[in-house]
């Protein structure tokens, strides 16, 4: 996995990126090489490609020698107007201003992914086969925010009434068992801001009789990877996140297939300052 994400950004440096191809030849899929990119990478990939085509076309601006439309079309766009907007969106300049003035600039380096985790430290982590269900409760757009607690969650959560967090918890009737939080329906080449569906919820059977005043997500039969993780929150859930990329699905016969992420808080400080909790991602055999 690591020398195909490497493939990736050598593929874009020469402007012949076919990541449907290339998927298929390394025997995967698309999104989950997306989904293994944006984890390591820390940005989606259309995200890091326009980066290195705006950084690499910054040079062609300020050397001058051939008009912004030629630079524009080179670089894979139709119009000025459509290269500028990218343009500055890189920069936070237009490149007329940063040919006139020489700046500002912001460089993106080609990315090199290296895998770093020897495998010293064991990952707690089942598999488990699981019939149709569905995940119900109280659903909200939300911000996507990579690292840290996500402010737009924390508020959703504490508006809802405590004799609702009560019923939610009656309701669950499946696993994983108790209140979870679901994100789901995020794009991925959504970078960081973009809209994500959250769900504070339950499990219940597909069968289950669901409240008229509740969100549903139905989700089909299949198999997930469950992880395990224990200590201050929400880093360490973070950490067992960003390592089910750099470690355990590079070295397990698994890959990631389209479905919400669940996580599951089993143990809790009062203050909520640590926390035992379940990532269940949705996997297929590799």
């Not at 992914?113 to 707690?124: H, I, K, N, Q």
């Amino acid at each position: 996995m690591i020398a195909t994400l490497n493939l990736i950004t050598d593929l874009v440096e020469e402007g012949e990126l076919d990541l449907a191809r290339l998927a298929k030849e390394a025997g995967t899929t698309e999104y989950h090489l997306r989904r293994m990119f944006s984890s390591l990478a820390g940005m989606p990939l259309s995200e890091y490609v326009r980066r290195r085509r705006m950084t690499v076309a910054a040079a062609d601006v300020i050397r001058g020698r051939d008009d912004l439309l030629t630079i524009a079309v080179r670089h894979g766009y139709g119009s000025t107007e459509a290269f500028g907007r990218a343009f500055r969106s890189v920069h936070g300049s237009g490149p007329a201003d940063v040919r006139r003035d020489g700046g500002p600039l912001r460089s993106q380096p080609q990315l090199r992914f290296r895998l770093t985790v020897e495998g010293s430290t064991p990952m707690d982590t089942r598999i488990a086969s699981r019939p149709a269900f569905r995940l119900v409760g109280h659903a909200v757009r939300v911000p996507l925010i990579y690292e840290g607690v996500n402010p737009h969650i924390a508020a959703h959560i504490q508006s809802i009434p405590a004799e609702e967090h009560q019923r939610l918890k009656d309701l669950s009737s499946a696993d994983p068992a108790g209140l979870l939080a679901v994100s789901d329906g995020l794009e991925q080449e959504s970078p960081e801001g973009s809209e994500l569906t959250y769900l504070h919820g339950v499990a219940v059977s597909d069968s289950a009789a669901v409240p008229g005043d509740l969100d549903v997500m139905e989700l089909p039969a299949g198999q997930w990877a469950i992880f395990r993780s224990s200590g201050p929150y929400p880093a360490t859930l973070q950490s067992t996140w960003a390592a089910t990329a750099t470690d355990w699905f590079p070295s397990n016969p698994w890959r990631m297939r389209p479905g919400p992420s669940i996580v599951a808080v089993l143990e809790r400080s009062d203050d909520f300052s640590t926390a035992v909790c379940e990532l269940w991602l949705p996997i297929e055999p590799a």
